[in-house]
């Protein structure tokens, strides 16, 4: 079986996106399938129109010269297919896999008509949630309108849908695709990828003022839709349960200047600690830190329907997960279980939730016990793959099937 990826952006770029990506080529690999991708325009300019990193290989898309949108988009979409022409060409695949957003699954329409080759789109968000979720878009205005009916246009027409969860799953039927037509791929990781957790760097966290603290962290990226100004309300209740209660939040995005400055103006602000970016490689050293990750998400579509990769993360390396009880999350989390659940956008209850976590510690090895397990068996890649697998067979098994059929029409014609 051979698969052509088409993606927005890839290796070596770091963010959710490619790591998921990484994790899903990898795993095809490891099951003997052969892979390759082809990045978006907005990969942006790469040194080498073809490269091989990490064993997988990667085309790579010219940014087109930008224009207004929606031409620019519209740009994007034939500089990819464009791309993925010549990649199908070189390696002669069995099915396309149009990884969101819609932009690549356009590309890979076109792709479909041209060459034949059976496409599978798969989302991991509807672009149109992402966009109000990070701050660039309004539900319901024009634009909204526009991306989602883009995104039923391409949805209707490719040969197959995954989603990552099953609140996108639900969301399609409900627009009137049928069921049949989706497969749930979940959000995993790659279990080789974390073994024991490092010890706590002691001087890193003496540095930090932490030496001795209950540290609750959260590290990634700061939008708005993560809630985290609504952590920083929860500290001063927290600290007045919880002396001992540390805030450690390692990352940077759109809301910095805003948290920083909120954390800055709180009673609690000296249990607040701020660090910034720090490179991937260096990550590891702050998670070890954490005694409680937490993921306070505001209740939104976005936050509804999709299932978030850190706290899976979190949990394949026994930490202790606490949560905003939104959708995605509920995939994701067993109350009391694998993690702690609290209500989104309040910030008492927030802070009586950790605390109480915090002072079950006699609780904590048996919840992340629970919390590996789970990940290793339902959101382990090496399993999660093997959901591609029928719906490729099938998909490869109809285009053999039509290319017999034409060859013998054209034969006795």
Same mark, same amino acid.
């Given at each position: ?253 759109? *809301?910095?200047? @805003? /948290?920083? =400055? ?8 000296? $249990?607040? !600690?701020?660090? %910034? &970016? ?71 209850? *927030?802070?009586? @939730? /950790?605390? =109480? ?8 090895? $048996?919840? !992340?016990?629970? %919390? &590996? ?41």
């Amino acid at each position: 079986m051979r698969i052509l990826h088409l993606l927005d952006h890839g290796l070596p770029l770091h963010s959710g996106y490619t790591f998921r990506t990484r994790a899903i080529l990898k795993a095809m690999q490891a099951r003997g399938w052969q892979v390759a991708a082809v990045t978006g325009a907005r990969q942006g300019k790469s040194a080498t129109e073809f490269e091989t990193i990490d064993g997988i290989d990667f085309w790579r898309t010219a940014p087109p010269p930008r224009r207004p949108s929606p031409w620019s988009e519209w740009r994007e979409v034939r500089a990819h297919a464009a791309r993925a022409a010549q990649a199908i060409a070189a390696f002669r695949p069995d099915i396309l896999h149009a990884h969101s957003p819609v932009l690549t699954a356009l590309a890979g329409l076109e792709l479909r008509r041209r060459f034949g080759v059976p496409l599978v789109y798969e989302i991991r968000a509807f672009w149109e949630d992402a966009r109000v979720g990070n701050g660039e878009g309004r539900e319901g205005s024009p634009r909204y309108r526009l991306t989602r009916a883009l995104e039923s246009y391409a949805v209707r027409r490719a040969d197959a849908v995954a989603v990552i969860c099953e609140g996108l799953r639900g969301d399609l039927v409900a627009r009137g695709v049928s069921p049949e037509q989706i497969i749930v791929s979940p959000n995993g990781v790659d279990l080789a990828l974390f073994g024991a957790p490092p010890p706590p760097d002691m001087a890193l966290a003496a540095e930090l003022g932490l030496a001795g603290a209950e540290t609750i962290g959260f590290i990634g990226s700061f939008y708005d839709y993560e809630g985290l100004d609504d952590l920083i309300a929860a500290m001063p209740a927290l600290v007045a349960a919880r002396p001992r209660a540390r805030l450690l939040l390692v990352g940077g995005g759109p *809301m910095e200047g @805003a /948290l920083r =400055a909120q954390a800055e103006a709180s009673p609690a602000a000296g $249990a607040i !600690r701020f660090v %910034g &970016r720090v490179p991937h490689a260096e990550v590891e050293r702050y998670y070890a830190l954490i005694d409680v990750l937490a993921y306070p998400r505001k209740k939104m579509r976005l936050t509804d329907l999709v299932t978030p990769l850190k706290p899976l993360e979190a949990m394949a390396q026994r930490r202790l997960v606490a949560a905003s009880d939104v959708g995605g999350h509920r995939e994701l989390i067993e109350q009391g279980v694998t993690g702690t659940l609290f209500p989104p956008g309040d910030p008492a209850t *927030m802070a009586a @939730a /950790l605390a =109480a976590l915090l002072g079950d510690r006699a609780g904590w090895e $048996a919840r !992340r016990a629970a %919390g &590996r397990k789970s990940v290793e068996n339902e959101r382990n890649w090496a399993v999660n793959v093997g959901r591609y697998a029928p719906i490729y067979q099938k998909l490869s098994d109809r285009r053999d099937r039509m290319r017999a059929w034409t060859g013998s029409f054209a034969a006795n014609a």
